[in-house]
């Protein structure tokens, strides 16, 4: 039961074009959410957040869109870096007990920006 | 670098045998993570401390599976008799401990079992 779905498992864009990278979720308790960064061999690093009560959050090249109607975030770098390769996880939250504190995951989404 | 730190960061075991893993969680974090992540996969919640106290477990953490940090600072998890479906990325996360927070991850320890 994956209850936070990347349904891309690739991405290929063109270095200055923009990269969108899409996550959907199932539970309507989800209130948070995360987008991560993964290089080989290191660990995830966090790379920006919304919360349920905005739609939008931006930290320079990139933006997060959440549409809580349709369950759907969105990731958009623009532009995109050839540094920005890498695999993109979405991870959702919530206050609720059941999920208490920890994150829940996507499975992936790898990003290859071509120069 | 003041980050969390795993050690060791590549185990290769039999199967049958025991292992521990060690992470060091950033100085002043009252909260440390274990995940764990198989290929083609995201990182999977195992279990939470907040300080000493292991406050929740997944249901992926079965009997062979024991964590623990004592005196609120580093933590170890060890796996006993292991399966080679115990082979996986073990990743290990630090945080503030206030609500809304992101975590800070180290780099893991890639787990193979023969």
């Known amino acids: 039961d994956q209850q936070v779905k990347q349904n891309s498992p690739s991405l290929s864009v063109q270095e200055g074009r923009i990269s969108i990278l899409n996550c959907d979720y199932t539970?309507?308790?989800?209130?948070?959410f995360l987008w991560y960064k993964k290089y080989p061999a290191e660990g995830p690093t966090f790379l920006i957040s919304i919360s349920s009560i905005k739609d939008k959050n931006e930290d320079g090249r990139f933006t997060v869109f959440l549409n809580k109607s349709a369950k759907h975030l969105s990731l958009h770098i623009v532009p995109s870096q050839p540094g920005d390769s890498a695999v993109y996880f979405c991870a959702a939250s919530s206050l609720s007990m059941e999920y208490g504190n920890k994150l829940v995951f996507g499975a992936g989404t790898i990003l290859r920006v071509k120069s | 670098d003041t980050g969390v730190s795993q050690d060791p960061r590549h185990k290769i075991t039999k199967r049958g045998q025991n292992v521990t893993f060690r992470c060091d969680p950033i100085s002043e974090h009252n909260r440390l993570y274990w995940y764990r992540q198989t290929l083609g996969q995201g990182p999977e919640f195992l279990t939470y401390f907040q300080n000493e106290a292991q406050l929740e477990k997944s249901r992926l953490l079965s009997d062979r599976f024991s964590a623990e940090r004592p005196k609120g600072s580093f933590s170890t998890l060890e796996i006993q008799r292991t399966e080679q479906g115990d082979s996986a990325m073990y990743l290990c996360a630090s945080s503030l401990g206030v609500t809304r927070e992101k975590l800070f991850f180290g780099s893991g320890t890639q787990l193979s079992v023969l």
């Open positions: 539970n309507s308790m989800f209130d948070y």
